[in-house]
């Protein structure tokens, strides 16, 4: 990645006046270098697997387990097509189960991200058992930092569930009272992607700062606000960036009543397998334009 280095700006010091430089150099060594998808895509494979048991949960042989769980809690409905496609949404998107596989395994394979991308920018090889060593050696502090990240984007979207009840109470048919209302209640996955967003780039350099120099959590919190401090516009452009890609399928998320009637419900779970592959594509951009900035960053002080 030292041409990459190179293509975002002539001086370290200026990178900060450069995010969309950098997401566009980030984006290219992705193709470059595409060892920097394989712990991502290991994190793809889990996540489409934990969507398979959701999807035959409610078919034998799997339904003699889940089955009386989803009468229970769902309801005899969602045991039966279609209804079954709408518990599968609910299921795999609960903030449980992706809190679960991002803190757990996300942790260790951001960490394994990191040092591949950082072995490509001191152009050496890639030792994936040394790296897995390395990565497992800073778990603990990996894992901390992982479940504050995911701690901020819940209480974020338990605040945002406050207002979102608050706006059922609103009566009103016409009117702005009716537009907030609207606005709130229409806009929920958009409005969780800008919390994960925004959580993302506040903690964007604690991964980089345990994995690559060696600090424990608490120490690796504190540098992270600090060098932050002058960067963050640019960093939460680069995480803004990669981002954009999610937005069209998420806007066929938010409207999916206008395409009931276009699309059968196998539809919308093939829609759920195209976020999982988007979201994995946009990670490793995310992650590789974060660890570049750390990288100038750090060689700028």
């Known amino acids: 990645m030292n041409?990459?280095?190179?293509?975002?700006?002539m001086s370290n010091t200026e990178f900060r006046k450069h995010p969309i430089q950098l997401s566009r150099s980030a984006f290219n060594e992705l193709f470059q270098s595409p060892a920097i998808f394989f712990p991502f895509s290991v994190l793809a494979f889990v996540q489409l697997l934990i969507l398979e048991i959701f999807f035959f949960a409610p078919r034998f042989p799997l339904s003699g387990f889940f089955g009386p769980i989803i009468n229970k809690f769902a309801?005899?409905?969602?045991?039966?097509?279609?209804?079954?496609?709408?518990?599968l949404d609910r299921w795999f998107n609960h903030w449980s189960v992706q809190g679960i596989v991002f803190v757990f395994l996300g942790s260790f394979f951001i960490g394994v991200a990191i040092l591949i991308i950082n072995s490509i920018n001191n152009e050496g090889q890639i030792n994936l058992p040394a790296i897995y060593k390395e990565t497992w050696q800073r778990y603990v502090h990996l894992w901390c930092a992982a479940l504050t990240v995911f701690s901020v984007i819940f209480f974020f979207s338990f605040l945002y569930g406050l207002i979102y009840k608050r706006a059922l109470l609103i009566r009103s048919t016409s009117g702005g009272f009716f537009f907030i209302k609207q606005l709130v209640m229409q806009g929920a996955p958009l409005y969780q992607l800008l919390i994960a967003l925004f959580s993302l780039a506040v903690f964007a350099y604690i991964f980089p700062i345990i994995i690559l120099e060696k600090r424990g959590f608490f120490s690796a919190l504190v540098l992270n606000f600090k060098m932050l401090w002058s960067s963050f516009i640019c960093i939460l452009l680069v995480v803004i960036i990669p981002a954009l890609l999610y937005i069209p399928l998420l806007l066929l998320k938010i409207n999916g009543k206008l395409f009931v009637n276009v699309w059968a419900p196998e539809g919308w779970?093939?829609?759920?397998?195209?976020?999982?592959?988007v979201t994995m594509f946009i990670d490793a951009w995310?992650?590789?334009?974060?660890?570049?900035?750390?990288?100038?960053?750090?060689?700028?002080?």
């Open 3 to 9: 041409t990459t280095r190179k293509q975002v700006c």
């Open 75 to 87: 309801g005899s409905k969602y045991l039966i097509y279609p209804n079954n496609y709408i518990l």
């Open 269 to 277: 779970g093939m829609l759920m397998v195209c976020l999982i592959l």
């Open 286 to 301: 995310q992650y590789t334009a974060i660890t570049t900035c750390y990288i100038l960053d750090r060689e700028s002080r």
